[in-house]
């Protein structure tokens, strides 16, 4: 950014408050975002010289997109670059749900093991189970290429059918949801937030889900219902699950704390050296663009 502009840096350990990005941007052009930055319509009127807001993350929810729109302020987001490392992080999660991993650990580190046991941290088999993805974009290709390792049959759920040409590819099925809930043996959500996907794995759609079934949430908290899952888990309704985000962040539903069945991680899934970096250069390149009149390579709005 210092080869083609002034910049100012805020906190660095922790959340700007509203009230700190409010004073933050008065007088700036350019305001490079993160993810927990609540940019909201009291934020984008405050500041009259804005020209573009460039989050640092795939998700845009943190941004009033139609205010910014009406006031003729550039958004853009990082898209594309996060796509193989989440995928990772979505096998790692399956891989530690079925498998019992972070249980086995602690048990480990507490001094527990005696040696081997016949039934110790019995865990559930991934080759060749059903995988259901609910939202066949980038995210969702990458999973199900994964998957193909592990020959697992693949199904999908998306309100935009694949071709044929790449359900051949990623060896994909389509499904109604319900469909999708009740037949699965692991389910992983990879749809973006929207009001239609709100709560779109609902109270009544966690009543589908097969009890043996694991569910798997990398996308965005909204899109579960998260009373209505930890109750599931609770009751035994569903045999497990993995979390990397939640509703309301970085609040969590008490009760997921004392189950033994579900993974929880802090919002991790582009946690890796090389992704954020990507992320970075991208949202600076992105904000540098708009600050010269041009059109930024990952416009929102």
Same mark, same amino acid.
């Given at each position: 950014?210092?080869?083609?502009?002034?910049?100012?840096?805020?906190?660095?350990?922790?959340?700007?408050?509203?009230?700190?990005?409010?004073?933050?941007?008065?007088?700036?052009?350019?305001?490079?975002?993160?993810?927990?930055?609540?940019?909201?319509?009291?934020?984008?009127?405050?500041?009259?010289?804005?020209?573009?807001?460039?989050?640092?993350?795939?998700?845009?929810?943190?941004?009033? #997109?139609?205010?910014?729109?009406?006031?003729?302020?550039?958004? #853009?987001?990082?898209?594309?670059?996060?796509?193989?490392?989440?995928?990772?992080?979505?096998?790692?999660?399956?891989?530690?749900?079925?498998?019992?991993?972070?249980?086995?650990?602690?048990?480990?580190?507490?001094?527990?093991?005696?040696?081997?046991?016949?039934?110790?941290?019995?865990?559930?088999?991934? #080759?060749?189970?059903?995988?259901?993805?609910?939202?066949?974009?980038?995210?969702?290709?990458?999973?199900?290429?994964?998957?193909?390792?592990?020959?697992?049959?693949?199904?999908?759920?998306?309100?935009?059918?694949?071709?044929?040409?790449?359900?051949?590819?990623?060896?994909?099925?389509?499904?109604?949801?319900?469909?999708?809930?009740?037949?699965?043996?692991?389910?992983?959500?990879?749809?973006?937030?929207?009001?239609?996907?709100?709560?779109?794995?609902?109270?009544?759609?966690?009543?589908?889900?097969?009890?043996?079934?694991?569910?798997?949430?990398?996308?965005?908290?909204?899109?579960?219902?998260?009373?209505?899952?930890?109750?599931?888990?609770?009751?035994?309704?569903?045999?497990?699950?993995?979390?990397?985000?939640?509703?309301?962040?970085?609040?969590?539903? #008490?009760?997921?704390?004392?189950?033994?069945?579900?993974?929880?991680?802090?919002?991790?899934?582009?946690?890796?050296?090389?992704?954020?970096?990507?992320?970075?250069?991208?949202?600076?390149?992105?904000?540098?663009?708009?600050?010269?009149?041009?059109?930024?390579?990952?416009?929102?709005?």
């Amino acid at each position: 950014l210092k080869e083609h502009t002034d910049y100012e840096i805020g906190a660095t350990k922790r959340n700007l408050t509203k009230e700190e990005i409010i004073k933050k941007v008065q007088g700036k052009e350019g305001l490079l975002s993160l993810l927990v930055d609540d940019i909201d319509k009291e934020v984008i009127n405050s500041a009259s010289s804005l020209k573009i807001i460039a989050n640092c993350a795939v998700g845009y929810n943190n941004i009033d #997109t139609s205010e910014a729109k009406k006031k003729g302020i550039l958004v #853009t987001n990082t898209t594309g670059v996060l796509t193989e490392t989440t995928a990772d992080l979505t096998w790692a999660l399956i891989m530690a749900v079925a498998r019992k991993i972070p249980q086995a650990d602690q048990y480990t580190r507490r001094k527990k093991f005696k040696g081997w046991e016949l039934d110790l941290f019995l865990g559930k088999e991934i #080759t060749g189970k059903r995988l259901g993805i609910i939202g066949m974009g980038r995210l969702g290709k990458a999973v199900a290429l994964r998957a193909q390792a592990f020959s697992m049959e693949i199904v999908y759920s998306d309100p935009h059918r694949l071709t044929q040409e790449e359900e051949e590819k990623y060896k994909a099925s389509a499904l109604p949801i319900n469909k999708l809930l009740s037949t699965a043996d692991i389910i992983t959500i990879h749809a973006s937030l929207n009001p239609q996907t709100f709560h779109l794995i609902s109270r009544e759609k966690i009543k589908l889900i097969r009890k043996n079934a694991i569910l798997i949430n990398a996308a965005r908290g909204p899109i579960v219902d998260e009373k209505a899952l930890a109750k599931a888990l609770e009751k035994g309704q569903i045999w497990g699950a993995g979390l990397d985000v939640y509703e309301k962040e970085p609040e969590i539903e #008490t009760k997921l704390f004392s189950l033994d069945n579900v993974v929880l991680l802090p919002h991790i899934a582009s946690a890796t050296y090389e992704t954020r970096l990507k992320m970075a250069m991208m949202a600076a390149r992105n904000l540098v663009q708009g600050l010269k009149g041009e059109k930024p390579d990952n416009l929102v709005v």
